[in-house]
């Protein structure tokens, strides 16, 4: 690991400060993510800067809002009573992620931000566009069963990792970002690039933003919502693939409104927008679903490795869609 200074900070104003005082600067929360990389040399930050102190723990509950502070626990996000009622799949994704103890300290701000698992992105030696843009991707001729399958591009392959994100982008949460003229607040679909010819940029944040807040608006579309992750194990294990959907119905047992977004598959937190305008005002059904899941995958770009997925995926979904209409009759 290379040599940095450590900086603690106590506002919002003097975390953006730091930041910009230092071009090569990261700031760090429950640092699940960062340490393991800068241990394993693929970051290198000179300046580290601890937000630990910064007051932006709490989850607040108003009539229309929810806001959930950026260093809020991951743990006391799935355990928290409003978002266990409000937004099951959230609560679900939640739970799903990590081990007990890494749930504990990661927090919502660096969840978002947590980088991919491509084992050559992380072993800091292989020929990687990610860590270094132009060197090439050893996932595609290598091993990439894990890889994506959707959103990837000549120059990049690999998957979104978390759980969290899968739920946020079904529930079109808000990321609230400090930045130069104040707050803004950013939605899923804009804060997470594609890798196009620049798979080392990953979202749309600029150097010294800093993320404040997620905030969300409870409506009865995600109150019946659902988190399935699919992985090679049953727990401490990243997703093979996940779906997480949400159901409204309307009185004649037909679905007034669907949001749907997939994990595991994509190399951002995919949301599934053709299989969500299939389901919309149709009649449920296994054959309804299965034809929402294959609209979903009709973009799927598979490898010899990966290709398994699709179908594993589509299987999810129409597990997931199933149990909630089931649940509403
Ligand atoms: C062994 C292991 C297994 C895991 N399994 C899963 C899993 O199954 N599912 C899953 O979803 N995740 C999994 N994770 C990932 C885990 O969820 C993330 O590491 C964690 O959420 C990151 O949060 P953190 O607070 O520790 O981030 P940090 O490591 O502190 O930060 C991560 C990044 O975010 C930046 N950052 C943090 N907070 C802010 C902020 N407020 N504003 C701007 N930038 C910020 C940091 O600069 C850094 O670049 C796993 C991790 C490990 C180590
Ligand atoms: S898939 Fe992306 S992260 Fe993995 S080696 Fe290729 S360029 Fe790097």
Redesign the pocket.
Known sequence: MQPFTYQRVDSVAAARAALLAQPDA???????????LMKAGVEHPAVVID?NALP?GAIEVTPDRVRIG??AR?SDVADDATIAREFPVLAQALA????GQ?RN???V???L??RTRCTYFRDNVSRCNKREPGSGCDARGGIHRMHAVLGTSDACIATH????CVALAAVNARIVVMRAGGEARVSMDEFYRLPEDTPERETA?EHG????AVELEPAPLYRRSQYLKLRDRAS????LVSAGACLDFADDGTIARASLALGGVATVPWRASDAEQMLEGATPSHELFRHAADAAFTGARTLPQNAFKVELAKRAIVRVLSTLAEGAA
Request: net charge negative; charged share 10%.
């Open positions: 990261h700031v760090i929360a429950g640092g699940t993510t960062l340490l393991d937000i932006l950026a260093l991951n799903a992620g990590a081990s890494l300290m990661a927090t701000g660096g969840n931000l947590q990792a978390s759980d969290m944040l933003d800093v993320i404040v401490y294990e990243f997703a």
